[in-house]
């Protein structure tokens, strides 16, 4: 089997900050039945959070994963924490979802 098959086919990228309740709906807007969700790399970037946020991302592991979570120590603004979430993804997809978002079906 071909190495690009083994891996995610698609890096969803969910930048955050105090959203704890909005990035819960997000994660669970990406599993789908009937999609492989080891094809899929799930990166959260949170921007130093004080909230829940660790404890909703680690709750979601056993369905999710690819399921990344990365915290930077301090805020470093919003640009920064969206670009080290794009260079933290491998698959050759990107999608960016933002953490008051949510997927729809089938998207």
Do not use: C
């Not at 807007?29 to 829940?52: F, K, M």
């Not at 999608?95 to 729809?104: T, V």
Request: glycine share 4%.
């Amino acid at each position: 089997m071909d190495h690009a098959e083994d891996g995610p086919l698609i890096s969803v990228v969910i930048p955050t900050y105090m959203r704890a309740a909005s990035v819960a709906r997000a994660l669970d807007s990406i599993v789908e039945p009937g999609i492989d969700p080891l094809r899929i790399q799930v990166i959260v970037v949170d921007n130093a959070s004080t909230d829940d946020t660790e404890a909703v991302v680690d709750a979601r592991r056993d369905r999710i994963p690819g399921l990344e979570f990365h915290r930077w120590p301090t805020n470093v603004g919003p640009l920064e924490n969206w670009r080290r979430g794009i260079a933290l993804a491998r698959a050759p997809w990107l999608k960016i979802l933002w953490s008051d978002d949510q997927l729809e079906p089938r998207a």
